[in-house]
C-alpha cells in the first residue's frame, strides 16, 4: 500500500494553489468549486457584505487561508472579519463567520472535518448553503440546523441575511446571463 507524502506546513504556504487547497496534517486536500451555481452564490454574499460592511462593521474575505490549527489550514468559500480584527496574510484568530457553499461533489464527512475545524478554532457562525436544493444551514456543535425563517442572522447585529433575497438575485442573473 503506497503512503502519501507529507508535506510540510512551510512548503503549504510557500506554494500558490489555482484554485487554492486545503492543508489537513501534512496533506494538500482539494477544495469543489468552480461551477457557476457555486460562484455565482459565493459573488452575491461577498456584495451584500461588502455593500453593508460600515453598519455590520465586517470584512468579507473570500477563499482566505484561515489557520485553524497548527497543522490545518482552511479556506472557507468566504471568511467574515469584524473590521477590528489584525490583519494579517493568513487569518490566524477565529473568524466571525465562515460560509461555506456545496458544490456537487461536497460529501458530508469532509464537510463535518471542515465544520469540527471551525467549531475548534471558535468561529463565531458557520453557514452552509446549497445552491441547487437551496437549503441553508447553521452548523455548530448540535449539527447542522436548517435556517430559521430562511434566515442567516447574527444576534445582536444587524446582520440578516434573507435567503429569499440571495435566490431572487441568483435567479435574476441566471435568466440574463
Request: charged share 25%.
Amino acid at each position: 500500500m503506497a503512503s502519501a507524502t507529507l508535506i510540510p506546513v512551510s512548503e503549504y504556504l510557500n506554494t500558490s494553489y489555482r484554485p487554492d487547497c486545503d492543508y489537513v496534517d501534512g496533506k494538500i486536500q482539494e477544495r469543489n468549486l468552480g461551477e457557476r451555481d457555486h460562484s455565482l452564490l459565493q459573488g452575491i454574499l461577498t456584495a451584500i457584505f461588502y455593500n453593508n460592511r460600515k453598519d455590520w462593521q465586517a470584512i468579507a474575505l473570500p477563499e482566505q487561508r484561515v489557520q485553524v490549527s497548527p497543522t490545518r489550514f482552511r479556506v472557507p468559500d468566504l471568511c467574515i472579519l469584524h473590521r477590528s480584527d489584525p490583519v494579517e496574510p493568513i487569518v490566524r484568530s477565529a473568524p466571525w463567520i465562515c460560509i461555506e457553499i456545496l458544490s456537487p461533489e461536497d460529501r458530508l464527512q469532509r464537510l463535518q472535518e471542515r465544520i469540527d475545524d471551525y467549531i475548534h478554532m471558535g468561529v463565531g457562525f458557520i453557514w452552509v448553503i446549497d445552491p441547487r436544493t437551496r437549503h441553508a444551514w447553521v452548523a455548530n456543535t448540535s449539527g447542522l440546523l436548517e435556517t430559521l425563517n430562511g434566515e442567516f442572522i447574527v444576534e445582536g447585529t444587524p446582520i440578516r441575511i434573507s435567503l429569499t433575497e440571495v435566490f431572487t438575485e441568483f435567479d435574476e442573473i441566471q435568466t440574463q446571463g
